[in-house]
């Protein structure tokens, strides 16, 4: 398999560093595959030397193995993924990707292969808890587009009991990086981030969790044009039942549990009524 990265716009003909050498690329071939990431979302995604690096990048690159494609990465501000998808500018989206109702409508999603609750992230020093860190005149960090500013909005904004405000940023370590200055009061992100930023040595601590056992999975446009869905679902479970899947996690979040595989899946979800593609053998009935 010939795996190519990029960091520039697929129809952008560019040079990247790979394995200590370059490489120059061009637009997408009919037989590769485009995969969607926002590359400053660590543990899942993020560049460091000027290489991908980060759990959903290293599975990628493994499922792509095992089902014998081509992929190159293309870097995109997380608020632009799920409409490049949509789009079908991207063939694949590969990050922390939350399931949700709304976005099942637009995209169409793997098994599931992580499962996450919400963290409120608080400056070291803060005396706020999980409830004064979302209230009480709190300027809350969320990511645009993002699940955790679906749940503040539906949950804490909408009510107009509660005196807060969002502030939405691009990526959350920009929001962290305010939260740590003083900008923001707090901010909500998935709880393996949370942590990854805790082991870091981020200046920030966590107030608390929001149990709501949301899915992660990997997203193909609606319908399945490039029909890739079925070759996903496979390589997602087989890297699993390897043990290759567990050695990724634990590269970039040591000694996590890692969920089983597949794991809770709404039934809102489309794309996991059984059978689903691949693994005629899985599915909600």
């Known amino acids: 398999m010939k795996l190519t990265i990029s960091i520039l716009p697929a129809a952008v003909m560019g040079t990247v560093m790979l394995g200590g050498g370059f490489s120059t690329i061009a637009s997408a071939q009919d037989e590769s595959y485009t995969v969607g990431v926002e590359a400053s979302f660590p543990p899942w995604a993020y560049v460091e030397a000027g290489e991908f690096k980060g759990i959903a990048i290293d599975a990628m690159e493994a499922i792509a193995e095992e089902a014998g494609i081509e992929i190159e990465f293309q870097d995109m501000p997380f608020p632009s993924l799920i409409p490049a998808l949509a789009a079908e500018k991207i063939d694949i989206l590969a990050t922390g990707l939350t399931v949700t109702e709304e976005r099942s409508q637009n995209i169409d999603f793997t098994i599931p292969w992580w499962e996450t609750n919400d963290v409120v992230l608080v400056p070291e020093d803060s005396d706020l808890n999980v409830f004064t860190a979302v209230c009480c005149g709190a300027r809350v ?5 993002s699940s955790q500013q679906a749940w503040m909005e ?9 005196d807060v405000e969002l502030a939405k940023y691009d990526n959350y370590v920009t929001a962290v990086d305010d939260m740590a200055i003083g900008r923001i009061s707090s901010v909500i992100v998935d709880d393996t981030s949370a942590q990854e ?16 056992r949301a899915p992660l999975a990997l997203a193909v446009s609606k319908d399945d044009p490039r029909e890739i869905l079925g070759d996903l679902n496979q390589g997602i479970l087989a890297i699993y039942e390897s043990g290759e899947w567990g050695k990724i996690v634990d590269e970039y979040i040591p000694g996590v549990s890692v969920p089983t595989i597949p794991g809770y899946m ?7 009524q059984k059978p689903v593609a691949g693994l005629p053998e899985l599915g909600n009935e």
């Open 266 to 272: 709404p039934d809102f979800v489309d794309t996991y």
């Open 197 to 212: 930023y805790i082991n870091a040595g981020k200046p920030v601590k966590m107030a608390g969790k929001i149990y709501i």
């Open 154 to 162: 539906e949950n804490v904004v909408n009510s107009g009991d509660i």
């Open 141 to 145: 960090g969320v990511q645009g587009g």
